[in-house]
C-alpha cells in the first residue's frame, strides 16, 4: 500500500506565494511520474504540472512561469512552488504519483488533497 502525503496548503492574498509537498510512503521499489493536479468547486480535477522520474516536466499554460514542480528522489517527495498567485488558483491540489510497489506493478496513487485559497 502507497499513501501519499500533501502539506503546504493555506491561505494567501493574490500575489503571494505557497509551496506544497507530497511524500510517497509504503513499499515502494519505485516512482515513475509525480504530478500536482487542482480541482475547484464544481469544476473537474485538471493537471496542473507534472514531472518524471528524470526531471523532464509539462505544465499546464495557466501556471507556466508562476508555478515550478520539483522532486527529491532520494526523499520520495515532489514539490509545487506557486507563486504570483492568483484568486482563481483557488482550488484543492492533489498529489498524484505512479509507483511500483513490491507487491505491486505500476499504478497511480492520489493524496487526499490540500486546500488553497488565494484572496483578491
Known amino acids: 500500500q502507497v499513501q501519499l502525503g500533501e502539506s503546504g496548503g493555506g491561505l494567501v492574498q493574490a500575489g503571494g506565494s505557497l509551496r506544497l509537498s507530497c511524500t510517497a510512503s509504503?513499499?515502494?521499489?519505485?516512482?515513475?511520474?509525480m504530478g500536482w493536479y487542482r480541482q475547484a468547486p464544481g469544476k473537474q480535477r485538471d493537471l496542473d504540472a507534472k514531472?518524471?522520474?528524470?526531471?523532464?516536466?509539462n505544465y499546464a499554460n495557466s501556471v507556466k512561469g508562476r508555478f515550478t514542480i520539483s522532486r527529491d528522489n532520494a526523499k520520495n517527495t515532489v514539490y509545487l512552488q506557486m507563486n504570483s498567485l492568483k484568486p482563481e488558483d483557488t482550488a484543492v491540489y492533489y498529489c498524484?504519483?505512479?509507483?511500483?510497489?513490491?507487491?505491486?506493478?505500476?499504478?497511480?496513487?492520489w493524496g487526499k488533497g490540500t486546500q488553497v485559497t488565494v484572496s483578491s
Open positions: 498524484n504519483a505512479y509507483v511500483r510497489t513490491i507487491d505491486y506493478p505500476i499504478r497511480g496513487y
Open positions: 509504503g513499499n515502494i521499489r519505485s516512482i515513475n511520474d
Open positions: 514531472i518524471t522520474s528524470g526531471g523532464s516536466t
